[in-house]
């Protein structure tokens, strides 16, 4: 890899000087080239990204049953009145963002613990590296039909360890809670290796010399780990928040399946752990009603497009502040 | 130093690959539907099917393609009735990826009957009108469009009864004798009443029966009209037999004489053989589920008698052929074979499923089954079909069902208060049928 691409490094001076000289055809494959090399995204994107958002948005604003796809009657923003005046929807607005939080945050302060730890000189460093990385690689069905054994109320393994110390059983489906837990367990196991690693990989390029001079400063490993570590990975944190939080807003698998997918798109018998994700699919693929379904998709994109502004916007804010309380120390010494 | 640590990353990243990628090909390995003619003349006929039908398991796609060397039988099966469905009108709105033959549950066939006739054939113009009369008159009245178009022919029909664990019955002092039970169930109060008796002096950890959803269920399988009426209006929410089927579920519940159970959840299948409850009202085609769940050891523990009422109907379905199949003959002259009299006879023995061709009910009169202590069950289901309701069946039945059920789960399992659940429920059906 790096021997292919480094030799044009070298060479690209004598081929600009060279360039008046091509010929036509050279003019053109220079010109135009680039825009066929970065054409399959584009195409792609267009065909699979941006043309079913559009087709999206415009059959939200229609009333469209699966049983008869081809009748359309213009809605024009019913569809999201109707959302708004739909309790259930606002039961499945909660939780997602109570199940995102559970699911979300201790995860990605056990990565950053974890991706501590690795950081140090080990034995077999690489074996714990890659296992961290195997609940990434499972599927998420396997995964979560597994985990529903283990949450099972009467004959789980969960329940079982639990009844060992003296606690009751707890019904891990039915209670509100305790399924949101249920579900968030699944959701850290899976993915709080993912952003470990990138943790990782984020700690590794801060330079050692920070360190040294910190310890000379006279800095404990808490302070180096508060000034240099965490300050050193705020591009990466910020990378792995706005990615969790959009899986998070996104959240399906698991509560479809969490109850080996008797009670399915529902979320539960009092959908209590339906989230967005799950209201879509009941609304789309149980109820068939298609044109409401597309106005939840948009109204989540909507949600996720506020919340990823708010987080950069959060945190542009914060290194502002840094900036300038930096430059005011400077000042005052 | 450098070089080896990257060449250890470079394996590690490569395995790494190797995991996703394989991940990745088994979760995508579908395969693809569709039927076709491959070289050697031979046609592939696609099945589609939920849950158990049973054909494969008895033997009969084998013994078809025997009998029609050209015919090769491929069938695709969807666990839950619900998945099945909901791939069913998605592959019906993408007018692709539908089998030959297609399935469809009872509490879906109006739906097919009032808004998909145009997606299915007339099996009439295939020659069904020589074999209708063979079936019960309702079975195929309901699968008929106002103009007379038939569009699926009748598999299995689900007469009710009650399965019970004789062992557990004997062990909390209550008669094991299939009559004397009858007796004492012969109305649903009944059945609950001998359920509080039971579970006085019950074994620990079982319950009478599975959950309060089963026992609504099959009650208001016995009602003719449930929640719509006969001219398409619902009454779910008036209907006083609907209310009375939910008021003794409740009370059931209340009682603390269920296992608290959801019905075809992993719990549920652990219990049939744990003994967590001891009788349910089962349909005929549940037999052959409980033989599935409880296996060799509930041989000889099982039982069968004529449940509450001795009559009512949950579930059974139909063989339809979508308009998009390109065999249309040859799949026709299948689910002929497949809905005739031997071949429903043979799926009862074996799999449980009750024939709904009156020749093959006549057939069955006498079988006993031997995993159920030698019950009559011929005789049994047989008689529960013969006083069975005419059902009005509802564009949303599915729908109103799901709801009704969950709401009960959310007092039997949760403690929800009644009127709050019920209104749960109501909420809910308003949600899933708003248009």
Sequence with gaps: MTQTATPP????????????????????????????????????????????????????????????????????????????HDPFFWNALRNTFTIGAISTIPQLLMALGLAHLLNYRLRGRTFFRVAMMMPYATSVAAATLVFAQLFGRDYGLINWALGLVGVHRIDWQNGTWASQVGISTIVTWR?????????????????????????????????????????????????????STIGATQLFGEPLLYEGGTRGPSGGVSHQYQTLGLYLYDQGWSFFHLGRAAAVAWVMFLIIVVLVTLNTGIARLRSCDERALGRKGRALR | MRTARTRRTGIVALGCTVLTATALLSGCGSSSGGSSANGGGKITLTIDLFGTFGYKEAGLYAEYEKLHPNIVIKETDTENEADYWQALQTHLAADSGLGDIQGVEVGRIATVVRQEASDFTDLNTLGASSVTRNFLPWKIKVATTPSGAVLGLGTDIGPEAICYRSDLLKQAGLPTDRAALAQKWSTWTGYVGLGKQ????????????????????????????????????????????????WDTSVEAARAGITA???????????????????????????????????????????????GPGATGNWGGSYLAIPKTSPHQKQAYDLIAWLTAKDQQVTLFEKEGNFPSNTQAIGAVQNYTDPYFNNAPVGQIFGDSAKNMPVQVLGVHDGDVNTALTNALSEVEQKGVSPQQAWQNAMNNIANAVAQ
């Design chain 2, 198 to 245: 039971y579970q006085a002096h019950a074994p620990a950890h079982s319950a009478w029966t599975d959950s309060a959803t089963g026992l609504f269920t099959a009650m208001t399988g016995q009602q003719a009209v449930r929640y719509y009426d006969q001219s398409g209006k619902p009454v779910y929410g008036s209907n006083p037999l609907v209310k009375s089927a």
């Design chain 1, 191 to 243: 993915w709080t290796g993912y952003n470990a690693l990138i943790y990782l990989a984020g700690m590794q390029s801060i330079p050692a010399e920070l360190y040294e001079s910190a310890a000379i400063d006279g800095a404990s490993r808490w302070q180096q780990f508060r000034h240099v570590t965490i300050r050193g990975l705020r591009p990466t944190i910020i990378f792995t928040v706005i990615v």
């Design chain 2, 260 to 306: 608290k159970l959801t019905q075809w959840s992993p719990q549920w299948n652990q219990a049939f053989s744990t003994g967590a409850f001891a009788t349910l009202p089962c349909p005929a085609w549940m037999t052959g589920y409980i033989k599935g769940q409880a296996g060799a050891a509930g041989k000889g523990r099982w039982d069968i008698a004529p």
């Design chain 1, 9 to 84: 490094r070298f060479t690209v001076g004598p081929q600009r000087r060279g360039a008046g000289h091509v010929r036509r055809r050279g003019r053109w494959d220079v010109k135009y080239s680039p825009y066929a090399f970065v054409a399959p995204f584009f195409v792609l994107f267009a065909a699979f990204g941006l043309f079913p958002l559009i087709y999206t948005a415009y059959i939200s604003l229609y009333r469209v049953e699966l049983t008869d796809p081809g009748q359309r009657v213009w809605a024009g923003l019913g569809n999201y009145a109707g959302l708004l």
